[in-house]
């Protein structure tokens, strides 16, 4: 490849943040306020999904939902729920790049804001503060390609 043909590819790629933004969120205090008088010994419990769909060629929106379920000696203290999204202008890059781009990167820049969602809420609930630890989407990407991998070579063999 030319100079010339590499600097028209990088030229024609594109990746623009359109919108952040809060889809949905839930929070769910069952247990209040007899739970405030109890001995705080959490157990955190952390779901969570992503998701990406065309909306109009080249735009793509990707949703990152997220539970978190806190209990104290068996007890729920409370549920949250947060689908945090974003639409994203993505253009030129091949079908791997894209999914790279979709299932990973995307969820990487949602992440913050989504967090802090959390944060606040619970702090709005009267609960100590719960600040969620950085999540490593690449890590996770491929974990996710590495696992897709060994299920087509398992068919392959199984299929020989």
Not at 5 to 26: G, H, P
Not at 61 to 90: M, N, P, W, Y
């Amino acid at each position: 490849m030319t100079e010339e043909t590499i600097a028209k590819e990088q030229e024609e790629q594109q990746f623009v943040i359109q919108r952040i933004y809060l889809k949905d969120m839930s929070f769910e205090s069952p247990n209040t306020p007899t739970i405030y008088g109890e001995e705080w010994d959490p157990d955190i419990s952390l779901q969570m999904n992503t998701q990406a769909r065309a909306v109009g060629a080249p735009f793509f929106e990707v949703e990152l939902d997220l539970t978190v379920t806190v209990k104290s000696k068996e007890q729920t203290a409370f549920l949250v729920e947060i689908k945090q999204a974003g639409v994203f202008h993505i253009s030129g890059y091949d079908a791997d790049e894209m999914n790279h781009l979709l299932a990973s990167y995307c969820p990487t820049i949602l992440f913050p804001y989504a967090r802090e969602a959390i944060s606040s809420l619970v702090s709005k609930g009267s609960f100590p503060e719960l600040h969620l630890s950085p999540i490593n989407f690449e890590a996770l990407y491929a974990q996710r390609l590495e696992e897709l991998k060994q299920e087509e070579s398992a068919v392959t063999t199984e299929e020989s």
